[in-house]
């Protein structure tokens, strides 16, 4: 069973970069045929795809955030992250990461992590 | 603005049959076959109910149902229950995006 937990600071300070990373267990983020996504819910609202990365190193983000987006991987530590550079309130989400089929389905989440972008 | 337009709530009695449409909006989405579809419940994650339009993961009721026409995609559920209610997501992969809808709220009368 494939398991993922995302951690990071619940708190940025507008205008600064948030930094989640999500730890892949139950299974190696390292083989083929899986996109490992973030995707955030703002308070009250739909979910939004934020982007995906291959255990190649390709990615693909959301072009309303594309600027702004960065997903990296470590194999050796079954890990993926997400860092957000120039944060605004409209950032304060919960952030949930989730393993893509590549295909058609996120299969599996994370429990999510609530960030608050504030001063 | 979000490719996939999807009722803001929707709600039946125990034991009815409501249905959840997701329509396509937007051409940008690309080639709309894809659907998945999500049950979140309050503070959880969302958690996959149909995938491949129409298709139950392992673990799923059957009175989960998932169909497709035109631009237009459904999740019907039959005899509902007390547990089901909660907010559905619909979302399409279509090549390197993925679009979701803005998510309906189910509530059990």
């Known amino acids: 069973q494939v398991h993922l937990q995302e951690s990071g600071p619940g708190l940025v300070k507008p205008s600064q970069t948030l930094s989640l990373t999500c730890t892949v267990s139950g299974g190696s983020i390292s083989i083929g045929g899986y996109y490992w996504s973030w995707i955030r819910q703002h308070p009250g609202k739909g979910l939004e795809w934020i982007g995906y990365?291959?255990?190649?190193?390709?990615?693909y983000y959301n072009p309303s955030l594309k600027s702004r987006v960065t997903i990296s991987i470590d194999m050796s530590e079954n890990q993926f992250s997400l860092k957000l550079s120039s944060v605004t309130a409209a950032d304060t989400a919960v952030y949930y990461c989730?393993?893509?089929?590549?295909?058609?389905?996120?299969?599996?989440w994370g429990q999510g992590t609530p960030v608050t972008v504030s001063s | 603005q979000s490719a996939l337009t999807q009722p803001a709530s929707v709600s039946g009695s125990p034991g009815q049959s409501i249905t959840i449409s997701c329509t396509e909006t937007s051409s940008d989405v690309g080639n709309y076959n894809l659907v998945s579809w999500y049950q979140q419940h309050p503070g959880k994650a969302p958690k996959l109910i149909i995938y491949e339009g129409s298709k139950r993961p392992s673990g799923v009721s059957n009175r989960f149902s998932g169909s497709k026409s035109g631009n237009t995609a459904s999740l019907t559920i039959s005899g509902l229950q007390a547990e089901d209610e909660a907010d559905y997501h619909c979302?399409?992969?279509?090549?390197?995006?993925?679009?979701f809808g803005g998510g309906t709220s189910l509530t059990v009368l």
């Open positions: 979302c399409s992969h279509a090549g390197n995006v993925r679009v």
């Open positions: 989730a393993r893509d089929s590549g295909y058609d389905q996120f299969d599996y």
């Open positions: 990365i291959y255990y190649s190193g390709s990615t």
